[in-house]
C-alpha cells in the first residue's frame, strides 16, 4: 500500500489530471479524504485515486 510513502503534490495533480468527470472525481476526492480522517492514516487506500 502507499502508508509507508509520504504525500507528493506531484502525485495529486497527476491523480487530479485523469480523465474522469469533476462530479466523480470530486466524490473520489471527499470520499478518500473521509477515510483518512477517520483511520487516521497517510493513505487511503485506494492508490492512484484523486485524494489519496
Do not use: H, T
Amino acid at each position: 500500500m502507499c502508508a509507508s510513502e509520504k504525500p507528493d503534490i506531484k502525485a495529486v495533480i497527476r491523480n487530479l489530471k485523469n480523465p474522469v468527470p469533476f462530479w466523480r472525481k470530486l466524490g473520489f476526492f471527499i470520499k478518500n479524504i473521509l477515510i483518512k480522517i477517520i483511520k487516521f492514516q497517510n493513505c487511503c487506500g485506494y492508490p492512484g485515486e484523486p485524494g489519496c
